[in-house]
């Protein structure tokens, strides 16, 4: 019994730490979050006081009957949700290939590609979006060469930049390393071996990789667009950079509760429902995710 | 081996670092690039302190960190109507004005405001008025007016520049001008007003580029964006870089003759400040006017500290959007705090509009 006592005491104090970091730093912030939905604001930002002057409590339903009391909250929601889909299947598809050829190249390249993947973090996320500025100006290349192709045709020229263009874009472009690394790190450890069966049984390249390399690909699938996903859905710097009149996200929504109209509870609220869908979705995804590999499990 | 030189070293540096951590700093927290270094670096020499300066983009930024329990700032430099909130907040030091002699400079027009009556918190430092900034060459080949809010409003002038306005990404600047152009009172709260107001921007808004509160000056300067509403200094700022590239056209500022918004900026002393002696010294001294003129000539800021007039540049003075003439004074008009439902109702049209398509 006594030899079981150390062990346990182990784990603790390997373990402890980052759950106390997530429990302080996750739970209660949210807990202080869901608290917030559920009172009124204060005149000068902050929440109004707890007990009234006349001793009323502040608690009250006021910021939910908001959300659901039009239809407009819920349009950006569902834009929101659309640009992040967006999002997600476009790094899909083009980390899909690149994490295969990385995965496959000879080892001593390896290092040096997944360094050209990582290579953009090391400068500051808003440079890189105001770089994106400069790129799709309309006295740039890129919108000149566009603009004269289109004129050719007698189109009308088009506005790259301030557009839901800029703006998926810069998206994808930001959120792509985190849909190639989980690839990567799942497409590296299948085993040639299963192809080389295959093509011995007469399998051609489409059916080898339908059949075997992407059902095995699958949890790499779901955990970059998890990673994708979820911080595309949130984010307000891009669109309020990038975007033009239209393109106002549920984050941009949530920014101006806090600091323009000084709302606390119903930007806690925006921001509860955010991590719901979140959540929901994400769930969603793996049991979907469960399903399709019991499916291959079965075939 | 000898350690001498070595323990020497040590310390040389500890007592190096001594003043270094007992030196007498005054906490500053500031918009961006609203302070001279040349004025900063006076004030150190006079105060034999440090300034150390941080910096916030808007007042609601201000007002939430401090909503949150920030401490540490000596002096603050808010907006008018969010001195009120600060006054009314109780977050702010009474001044003491036997210790702000320079408080004689300021232009009596600009003192016992509703903000702060009496100016028991705060004393003006600097302003800026919210018009209309173009690119002089591309408005005058569309032949579209440059001194009237139909300009940023109206489809018939908007179809000419199409895509290449922007406004500012702030519900009360912008419903602010929509009031003005509409013939109502900047501080208009009727509801019907407003949504008169958010029709008239939900009509307008397929034609701008934008809205857009920090990459206009830029755009403005390499010619991407012809037309904008924005602040007066913004403006100043564009122009200046634009001359200072060798671009052929000039960025203008525009006063709308139907009024505009006035935002003075005002120095107060947070409630918690460590040095509140630091504070007063500092206040009285950007109350001189050559200290509260070297912010002009480096912004285009107007100044509402009548010393200071003698040395700002002749240029600078002409201009009507930085030292407003009596007539155009008279329409301008500084925001007003809204009530809580007021800023719920008006958020809902603000999401409605941005929400439109």
Known sequence: ?299 | MDKRPLAATLLALALLALPAAAADKLHLYNWNNYIAPETVKRFEAECRCEVVQTYYSDNEELLAKLAAGAKGYDVLVPTGNTVEALVKGGQLLPLDKSKLPNLRNVDPAYLNTPFDPGNRYSTPYAMSTTILGYNDEKMKELGLPTDTWAVIFDPRHLAKVKGRVTVLDSSAELFAAAFKYLGYSANDVDEKHWRQAADLIKKAKPYWAAFNASSYIKELTVGNIWLVHGYSNDIFQANQDAQAAGRKFRILQGMPKEGAVLAVDSMVIHKGAPRPDLAHQFINFMLDGRNSADLTNLIGSGNPNLDAAKSISPELKALPAVFPPKDVAAKLEQLKELTTAQRRLRNRLWTEIKAAR
């Open chain 1, 1 to 299: 019994m006594d030899a079981h006592r150390p062990v346990s005491w182990r784990k603790w104090a390997v373990g402890g730490p980052p759950l106390a970091y997530l429990v302080v730093f996750f739970a209660i912030p949210t807990l202080i979050m869901a608290a917030a939905s559920f009172r009124s604001p204060g005149e000068f930002g902050g929440l109004a006081p707890l007990v009234g002057e006349d001793g009323s409590l502040d608690i009250t339903l006021e910021s939910y009957v908001r959300l659901v009391e039009g239809t407009v909250y819920l349009e950006v929601f569902v834009k929101s949700i659309a640009y992040a889909l967006v999002t997600t299947l476009a790094c899909l598809a083009l980390a899909y290939p690149l994490a295969v050829l990385i995965a496959q190249s000879p080892r001593k390249y390896r290092d040096l590609m997944l360094l050209l993947v990582i290579l953009p973090f090391w400068s500051n996320f808003l440079i890189r979006i105001y770089a994106w500025m400069i790129i799709l100006g309309p006295n740039a290349a890129l919108a000149k060469a566009i603009n004269g192709v289109r004129a050719v045709f007698g189109a009308e020229p088009v506005s790259l930049l301030f557009s839901s263009f800029a703006v998926l874009v810069c998206l994808v472009y930001v959120h792509l390393p985190f849909m190639v690394l989980p690839l990567y790190a799942n497409l590296e450890k299948h085993d040639r071996a299963l192809l080389d069966a295959a093509q011995d049984l007469g399998a051609n390249a489409w059916r080898r990789f339908w059949r075997i390399t992407f059902p095995l690909s699958l949890p790499g699938v779901y955990a970059g667009a998890a990673l994708v996903f979820i911080p595309a859905l949130g984010i307000f710097a891009i669109p309020d950079i990038l975007g033009g009149p239209n393109d106002t996200l549920i984050g941009n929504l949530i920014k101006q509760q806090f600091l323009e109209t000084r709302d606390w509870p119903f930007g806690s609220v925006l921001s509860i429902v955010l991590t719901v869908a979140a959540l929901a979705l994400a769930g969603l995804a793996a049991w979907i995710g469960r399903r399709g590999s019991a499916e291959v499990a079965r075939a």
